[in-house]
């Protein structure tokens, strides 16, 4: 007689353990244990638990893989997980697109295609539309805003569902949205009940929003406004890699205001970039690092830091010429702005680091 399969043991495990990594080390175990049992139950959740993971608290992009098996497991037995079933395959798709957009060595036209399925299960289970019309949105905001734009508007006017962000990440999105128009006036009408508090926030909100005005704030040149709401945003997104557009943000901002800190947070979360997937919050990181050794390259030639092995410039002395971290950065935000916009065939990211380099000579 065959063993069954002891899932809630595993699923136990994985609660109590703690840290990202270790969880998510303790879950592919689970993965492998649940499919050598080949119990279709546990090798769907635990999947889904893993996307969830790497999407909310480490590196978004390791959810593809995973989201690819749970798809083809689930269309081999769609009854595994019980008639709501098709909300967890909907949402770990969504999960494994999502990060398509950080990701500039995978083409348009694969992307395209993984969206052209996604619509077709929105279709299948009439379930997500508002998410898919998000979906195309966040994608062309670094393609072509105003067909961003258009996509929004279809966004806001569908009917939310189970499938859809929170309220107030919506909210975020849509004074993000405004902001890259150019319209603060609408991003503020947009903010109004996020600032007022009428809105339960999760948790990456309200950081969302406050990082969508910093950026503004920062391409204006508007320094003092980017000063508090740097320090605001520091204090709720500085908790783990998920953060790290948080934290370039940040750098940038603290590069004029609070240069001291803003080296020592380079230091302290450079370590989080190093093997990491997504390039998008690689590029905001180094971006606010290559601001951040370049005001300091002004003041003091060398610097004194404790940086990991791993880092290509790593000295075991411990000190590092200012200018030639900045070049270093400069260098990784460049190479990545280009990977970005030949695949996305525009120059948003270019002109945002060009942008960058003119406001902070």
């Not at 060595?105 to 019309?133: C, N, S």
């Not at 909210?171 to 009408?189: F, P, T, W």
């Not at 909100?205 to 406004?225: C, H, I, K, N, V």
């Not at 690689?282 to 830091?305: M, N, P, S």
């Amino acid at each position: 007689m065959s063993k069954v399969f002891q899932g809630r043991l595993w699923e136990g495990r994985i609660q109590s353990t703690q840290g990202t990594a270790a969880k998510m080390a303790v879950i592919q175990d689970a993965i492998r244990q649940a499919d050598q049992a080949g119990d279709t139950y546990w090798r769907l959740l635990f999947r889904y638990e893993y996307a969830c993971e790497a999407t909310f608290r480490d590196d978004p992009p390791k959810a593809m893989p995973v989201s690819a098996e749970f798809a083809a497991i689930f269309e081999a037995d769609p009854d595994a997980l019980g008639p709501e079933g098709y909300e967890m395959y909907l949402m770990i798709m969504q999960m494994g697109i999502d990060p398509i957009v950080c990701l500039p060595q995978i083409p348009m036209e694969q992307w395209e295609a993984l969206m052209d399925q996604f619509h077709a299960l929105v279709k299948r289970y009439r379930f997500g539309l508002r998410t898919y019309w998000w979906q195309m949105c966040q994608f062309y905001m670094y393609v072509d805003k105003d067909k961003a734009f258009s996509y929004f508007q279809k966004f806001w006017k569908t009917g939310r569902d189970g499938l859809s962000d929170c309220r107030a990440c919506e909210r975020s999105h849509a004074v993000h949205m405004s902001l890259i128009m150019g319209d603060r006036k609408a991003a503020d009408e947009y903010a109004k009940p996020l600032k007022a508090g009428r809105t339960h926030f999760c948790s990456d909100t309200p950081q969302l929003m406050w990082l969508a005005y910093l950026e503004d704030y920062l391409s204006r040149g508007e320094w003092d406004a980017a000063a508090g709401q740097a320090n605001a945003l520091f204090r709720k997104g500085n908790r783990d890699k998920s953060d790290l557009s948080y934290l370039g943000a940040v750098l940038c901002a603290w590069a004029r205001s609070d240069l001291d800190s803003a080296v020592a947070l380079a230091e302290r979360r450079l370590v989080w970039t190093l093997g990491m997937w997504d390039q998008k919050k690689r590029y905001d990181f180094y971006k606010g690092a290559w601001v951040t050794f370049q005001a300091l390259a002004k003041q003091r030639d060398e610097v004194l830091l404790e940086l990991p092995e791993q880092f290509p410039l790593w000295q075991a002395s411990g000190r590092y010429l200012s200018a030639e971290l900045a070049g270093w950065f400069y260098h990784q935000c460049s190479e990545i702005a280009g990977r970005f916009d030949a695949r996305n065939g525009s120059g948003l990211f270019t002109d945002d680091l060009a942008r960058t380099k003119r406001l902070n000579p």
